[in-house]
């Protein structure tokens, strides 16, 4: 059974940084494109980040809204993901998903991972 | 960006009675594979989204059959044919035919 675990999520002050965690298993680890969506309350779903499997050199993506703030990567020792995120600002408030990517869709999801920017 | 758009963004509906989401992309989601990319996920209160249809109209497991896709080419619809207590909650529709995937803005199904 697939499944994406988060964590790391929290309050944290505008300007500081946060990293979240998703741990992975029942798959591939390597051979699968890893996301992370988020939902800021009461609104929709927005992609953040993208890690490719390992025919694409896991080469990584971030929506204009984070690029240079964020920076995703794995560590293949231990299945797992991380988002990196520095410089938050409170429209980084969001319940942050990990979501397992796979032929134009998205067909695991983690529980999410709760970060709250505010002073 | 491929724009979606979801009509209606609120759906009251009564129990036993069908409901039908459209979706509409500005970009056709025909792949250059042959397939189109067009996905649903339901997310219910509380709960993270879950994977319902994928390419216009394949269930997932364990997805009950009053739930269906179909469309074609920019134009598409989810239909529950008679919906149930347990349908309550947010409809997306997301594209994967092109680089960056989008999504709609969702569907808040809720009963009258």
């Known amino acids: 059974e697939v499944q994406l675990v988060e964590s790391g999520g929290g309050l944290v002050q505008p300007g500081g940084s946060l990293r979240l965690s998703c741990v992975a298993s029942?798959?591939?680890?390597?051979?699968?494109?890893i996301d992370w969506v988020r939902q800021a309350p009461g609104k929709g779903l927005e992609w953040v980040a993208r890690?490719?499997?390992?025919?694409?050199?896991?080469?990584?993506d971030y929506a204009a809204s984070v690029q240079g703030r964020f920076s995703i990567s794995r560590d293949f020792s231990k299945s797992s993901v991380y988002l990196q995120m520095n410089s938050l600002n409170t429209e980084d408030t969001a319940v942050y998903y990990c979501?397992?990517?796979?032929?134009?869709?998205?067909?695991?999801w983690g529980q999410g991972t709760q970060v709250t920017v505010s002073s | 960006d491929v724009v979606m758009t979801q009509s209606p963004l609120s759906l009251p509906v009564t129990l036993g009675q069908p409901a039908s989401i459209s979706c509409r992309s500005s970009?056709?989601?025909?792949?250059?594979?042959?397939?189109?990319?067009l996905n649903w996920f339901q997310q219910r209160p509380g709960q993270s989204p879950r994977r319902l249809i994928y390419?216009?109209?394949n269930r997932d497991s364990g997805v009950p059959d009053r739930f269906s896709g179909s469309g074609s080419g920019t134009d598409f619809t989810l239909k529950i044919s008679r919906v149930e207590a347990e349908d309550v909650g947010v409809y997306y529709c997301m594209q994967g035919a092109h680089w960056l995937w989008t999504f709609g803005q969702g569907t808040k199904v809720e009963i009258k």
């Open positions: 890690t490719r499997d390992k025919a694409n050199s896991h080469i990584t």
């Open positions: 029942g798959f591939t680890f390597s051979d699968h494109f």
């Open positions: 390419k216009v109209s």
């Open positions: 970009q056709s989601l025909v792949y250059r594979d042959g397939n189109t990319y």
């Open positions: 979501v397992r990517a796979i032929d134009g869709s998205y067909d695991s």
